[in-house]
């Protein structure tokens, strides 16, 4: 009974703990933007995404700063399970950041046991377990940033629902699909407009450098790490790409929707 009582002790601390630590990292970090209602949102996961920038000449611009974040690969990488899939993708795992030394670890881990911590390709489940994937196997921690993602619920209702019927869902879509809300303890940072293809987000609207084209039309000014600071300029990007109706003249032909970008710590000193 003892060690029965004393491990519940030892739970119910250390989740005071990591709740206290998160509102520090609230407060120490005050947003740029004004705080979204989080109910407002349904979540799309958690990820570990390396800021970065792809070295565009179009992205050398007064508008955007030199360190982007984003749900685009194309312009920040996020860890994902399939580079322990092929020997071939040992490269893309160095580069963001996986311990060499622990390079077969995370081999075995990327097989089967990241099931329990995460969907493909790169989706995980909470904050809490890309923390412990972050502590167990990223070396270059520097840049890396633990984000969760929000899908308005008025977009879910329109884009997704259709979208998913009659068919076995995975990953973002299966999570969009239970509509579970965003856990409250990030900050956030911003909204990113991303098109959704082949299971994964696809491409940003810096893709198509639309940041000059949005800011001449609508003034729109993105703020840090490249992200909108207000939701209303994210819908009118948004609704002006759609307005194409996939026909590829305003950004790639695929389906688009916009985005919260929320930050939550990397570990507990933060």
Not at 91 to 114: K, P
Not at 185 to 200: I, K, Y
Request: glycine share 6%; with cysteine; net charge negative.
């Amino acid at each position: 009974m003892f060690l029965r009582h004393n491990v519940t002790v030892q739970t119910c601390e250390q989740a005071l703990i990591i709740l206290m630590e998160a509102w520090r990292f609230r407060m120490a970090r005050p947003s740029e933007m004004e705080a979204p209602d989080f109910q407002r949102f349904v979540s799309a996961g958690y990820f570990l995404i390396q800021a970065g920038n792809p070295g565009w000449d179009q992205l050398r611009s007064e508008l955007l700063p030199d360190d982007l974040v984003s749900l685009s690969n194309c312009i920040s990488q996020k860890l994902d399970v399939s580079w322990g899939w092929r020997p071939t993708n040992k490269v893309s795992a160095l580069q963001f950041g996986v311990y060499e030394a622990r390079w077969d670890e995370f081999v075995t881990w990327c097989q089967h046991e990241y099931r329990s911590e995460m969907d493909i390709w790169s989706m995980f489940y909470s904050p809490e377990a890309a923390r412990r994937i972050a502590t167990r196997f990223v070396e270059k921690v520097e840049h890396l940033h633990l984000i969760g993602v929000g899908l308005p619920t008025d977009l879910e209702v329109a884009n997704w629902r259709e979208s998913a019927e009659g068919r076995e869902t995975y990953g973002i879509e299966k999570r969009i699909e239970q509509r579970l809300p965003l856990t409250e303890s990030g900050v956030p940072l911003g909204f990113e407009v991303v098109s959704f293809e082949f299971g994964n987000f696809g491409h940003s609207w810096l893709c198509s450098y639309l940041h000059f084209e949005m800011h001449n039309l609508f003034g729109i000014q993105p703020g840090k790490y490249g992200l909108m600071r207000f939701e209303q300029d994210a819908r009118r990007v948004y609704e002006w790409i759609d307005e194409d109706e996939m026909k590829g003249h305003r950004a790639e032909p695929a389906p688009y929707d916009y985005w919260l970008l929320v930050e939550y710590p990397l570990n507990l000193s933060q």
